[in-house]
DNA sequence: TTTGGTATGTTCGGGACTCGCTCAAACTAA
DNA sequence: TTAGTTTGAGCGAGTCCCGAACATACCAAA
């Protein structure tokens, strides 16, 4: 959270008059986004109001073509007048979303309907401590990709593959990157483009691009879980990404599932990161002697399990090296719905329901549900996707 | 034609005018609970809100008898008229407090002070299948202590040591009572005294209890842990505590700290509790030849530390192990404060302090701060105070 | 003692919402 | 044609918060 300073003011504001209609706009488009195309009526009774009160929020947002109206659908089977479904509008204010990886950075406008309407990738100097140039060729980026906008975009969201700190909008650290260390990012932007910069760590930006554009789409609780040569996640809990003080959750590579383990890139011993990223998989797969060991996927895994004994069991070790984490987070949170990203999601839909499988049996039974495992979208998208998504849940999920 | 919305998310409502009252009274006496008598500027400051928007909701409160006025104060250094601090009355309505324990049950009645007006404890019929003599003597108990009331309660929370089912109002499993298995004791209840009954677990008890009386007054984010023979906690994030669907989440004793690891009682291998729960305790106590081992306490521990280095290893160790997961939860969810109740809070500050080194040490440095753990307040009350919190926080704290 | 400054708490008019009711429009089925 | 159903708009009423103004109460310096 960028452009709002790091108040310690320990007020719980009451609910004023103002807030009610903004946050009341907010949760209307909330469903359009949930629902899709959807009539007035169908509004006021997803959200129990009055139709009238629909139609007070709606219509200024239909005059000022931030909403479409759909021609009239014929009638359900008892008659009545034809319902016109209300969706949002491909070509209003659009939002800037960037992601800024080790080497490079991407930029992408994304239209409130989850379209990328225009992209930019350019290279990154993150080698010594030239934090200058990152910045400008950051703000380049975004720059070329906001001048196609035909309307004044919302906000810029961006997403970093490092530990950020969501108060001030900076960068604490992002591996191999020292030239962003310390970086205030997010206020630096703001002030170059003149709009709000939301900054977030890159796996809450998959949550939020799954939560309005993925498999996450209307869902209160579900958890992102982004393996490769790390592992990290974000959860959303009760409508809410869980952020916790200046974002400092979701690390969950870091937690032991292994006590006095194998030593971790992080200096301690058997966090969950020592099981379950590319890096154990590699040197299992170079001691089963499978072919190519040091650059294996999951994905080449899952394809070498068809015919090689040895590749399958390695594959069903490695789900359940997933799948400790994931039994964990469902004791401690029973988030239910877990979304692959990274690597293992490459693994594919079976790779997936292996997982499922052994985190089913890695948690005893209980009447709040048992864990699912589904596959999040194509990464790069979603990352833009999620960028975008900061904008759209800091606009439209007032806590009030 | 009304179709149910295809998502898990319970149809949000919009903002009435009607719910902004309530919510704004909810939240104007959540501040009095946690700052004390304050004056009504000051909770006008506080809201963020103008005086004379306290002073319309505070007014009726005023003249009812829920709130007292007190007496003015002394004007501060500047001059000014005097400020006259309202408190919450103790003689308004108060709360129904139960605990359900193995073999017996306590009821109380609370006020909103948090003082226990009227108390009392009868055993429990729990082997066999005699649900309907346990509802009986539960029932009982509770009208005890209700008959006490001079006003009319504002309803009745149920503390269980056992699995629930909070959407039910249900027991699902309470160990060594069979009894108690499967019975709607909510609902019972409910419709025996003719209150509203909320029913919850034990470690989201003893949090209320903290939230609202103890060491998490007025904290938005923290947690807590109980140990013992079991081993189990709760979550308040953002303000909220965190149940998960049915209340299926905080089962933190039986997350794998230790893959492979020793034979948990649940049938898994290495969950936390195998190695932070008083069973581990003694039998490493009885390994390292300490007195009376079989029968030993954290703070039997302690007190032996003193003198014998073998139990002062031990101690340290255990602290270690209650830590492991402590360094989980903060890597998660970023909690920061941590309420010990149960066996190891019967340590004292200078075990908590112990379990606090090592849980900083098990994380690493994060700008969103470090984990404390502190010591929650004598467990009995706490739970009692903790069964009223259900009430006050289903009645105070609207998610709107 | 007077006077100006400061803070508290109340009163009152105004504005921003939503609610319930009513009505026209559009479609179906008998 | 007619009755029934559903959508969407219009209007007055009610509820709540805000801001300005005012009375009250205390302090401190002149």
Not at 148 to 174: Q, Y
Not at 180 to 206: E, N
Not at 230 to 259: D, I, K, Y
């Amino acid at each position: 959270m960028a452009t709002s300073p790091p108040t310690d003011m320990p007020t719980r504001p009451l609910i004023s008059a103002a807030v009610v209609g903004r946050a009341n706009r907010g949760r209307v488009l909330q469903a359009l986004f949930d629902l899709g195309p959807t009539s007035r009526a169908e509004l006021a009774r997803y959200t129990g109001v009055n139709r009238s009160t629909i139609t007070a929020i709606v219509q200024p947002l239909v005059d000022n073509g931030f909403l479409l109206e759909g021609a009239p659908l014929p009638a359900g089977g008892a008659g009545g007048k034809p319902a016109r479904p209300l969706t949002l509008s491909p070509t209003a204010s659009p939002i800037g979303a960037v992601q800024v990886l080790q080497g490079r950075v991407r930029s992408a406008l994304v239209s409130m309907t989850g379209d990328i309407l225009a992209q930019d990738t350019r290279r990154l100097p993150v080698t010594g401590r030239r934090a200058r140039e990152a910045t400008d060729a950051i703000g380049a980026s975004l720059e070329a990709v906001l001048a196609a906008a035909k309307r004044p975009p919302f906000g810029v969201g961006v997403a970093v593959g490092g530990m950020v700190d969501t108060d001030r909008g900076s960068i604490v650290e992002v591996n191999l990157a020292p030239a962003l260390d310390g970086l205030a990012l997010g206020p630096a932007l703001a002030s170059r483009i003149g709009l709000p910069v939301l900054l977030d760590h890159h796996p809450r930006a998959l949550l939020l691009g799954d939560r309005w554009f993925g498999p996450g789409r209307g869902i209160s609780t579900f958890a992102v879980l982004y393996t490769g040569e790390v592992l990290g996640g974000a959860l959303m809990l009760g409508g809410h990404l869980h952020r916790g003080p200046a974002g400092a959750g979701g690390e969950l590579g870091h937690t032991f599932v292994q006590v006095d383990g194998e030593l971790c890139r992080c200096g301690r011993r058997g966090c969950w990161e020592t099981i379950a990223t590319l890096d154990w998989l590699r040197r299992r797969a170079a001691e089963a002697g499978l072919p190519d060991a040091a650059r294996i996927s999951t994905a080449k895994l899952c394809r070498l399990a068809a015919k090689d004994p040895a590749a399958a069991r390695l594959r069903d070790t490695y789900a359940r090296n997933l799948a400790v984490g994931i039994a964990n987070l469902q004791q401690t949170l029973a988030a239910n719905r877990y979304v692959l990203h990274g690597d293992a999601a490459r693994g594919g839909e079976p790779f997936a329901t292996a997982i499922q499988q052994h985190a089913r049996d890695l948690v005893p039974e209980h009447p709040g549900g048992r864990p699912t495992v589904v596959l999040g979208g194509d990464d790069d998208r979603a990352a833009l996707l999620g960028a975008a998504g900061l904008v759209l849940s800091d606009q439209l999920q007032f806590t009030v």
